[in-house]
């Protein structure tokens, strides 16, 4: 079947600090990504997608590239901000199966 | 375009009472889901609609779980009796069509749910 792992939680960075939350995935075929971000009281948004192999998704400095070879697909940020403070949770669907499938998420706390 | 609207955002309620929680899906979305989320379990795809039909409701916990669609631009889930280990987060989200192909879900604020 399909799952997600992710990093553990929670992380605490400086502002302005490379950030890297690591998600690996198993599945068959060529499933499609996602990280979605949850901000404190509020539900989950797409953060940013891949939909096939060597894809990069990227949005508000943020970035994650499709790794079949890997089965990876990394959340990637150069300079973090405190408001990026949030849950991040990495994601797959599959033909075969509408759901999406979700990691456990990984709680990130930047201070200043 | 308004999105996905829950109520309540919150209740509190005592065990053995019935509980329901309401989801509007953005218009013209023709998936809609539930989701609930804890710190034990993270987050659980409870039940899913394509077209008001319900599709898997495999993640539906137990018979005191029920959800239902009666058109397109309402959902009910239901628990009837809640149970203190039924606190948490329920999130109703919906999407044009299926996640496959990188299609986005869109998810609602969520209603916190607290039996005590």
């Known amino acids: 079947g399909n799952s997600v792992t992710q990093m553990e939680g929670p992380v605490t960075l400086s502002e302005e600090a490379f950030l890297t939350i690591n998600c690996t995935y198993t599945a068959t075929g060529y499933p499609s990504l996602f990280w979605y971000v949850q901000y404190p009281g509020e539900g989950l948004q797409l953060l940013l997608k891949a939909t096939k192999a060597d894809d990069k998704g990227s949005n508000k400095g943020f970035e994650a590239t499709y790794r079949k070879e890997t089965t990876s697909f990394h959340l990637e940020k150069g300079s973090v901000q405190v408001s990026d403070s949030a849950v991040y949770f990495c994601a797959l669907s599959n033909f075969g199966n509408e759901k999406l499938t979700f990691g456990t998420g990984t709680r990130l706390t930047i201070i200043p | 375009d308004a999105g996905v609207i829950q109520s309540p955002r919150h209740e509190v309620t005592e065990m053995g009472q019935e509980v329901t929680l309401r989801c509007k899906p953005i218009s013209g979305h023709d998936y809609l889901f539930w989701y609930r989320q804890t710190m034990m379990r993270g987050l659980e795809l409870l039940i899913y609609f394509n077209n008001n039909v319900p599709i898997d409701d495999s993640g539906m916990p137990e018979d005191r779980f029920s959800a239902k669609m009666p058109n397109a631009s309402f959902s009910t889930l239901k628990i009837q009796p809640s149970e203190p280990r039924d606190s948490a987060v329920y999130f109703c989200?919906?999407?044009?069509?299926?996640?496959?192909?990188?299609?986005?879900?869109?998810f609602g604020e969520g209603s916190w749910l607290t039996v005590v």
């Open positions: 989200a919906s999407s044009l069509v299926g996640p496959l192909g990188g299609n986005t879900i869109y």
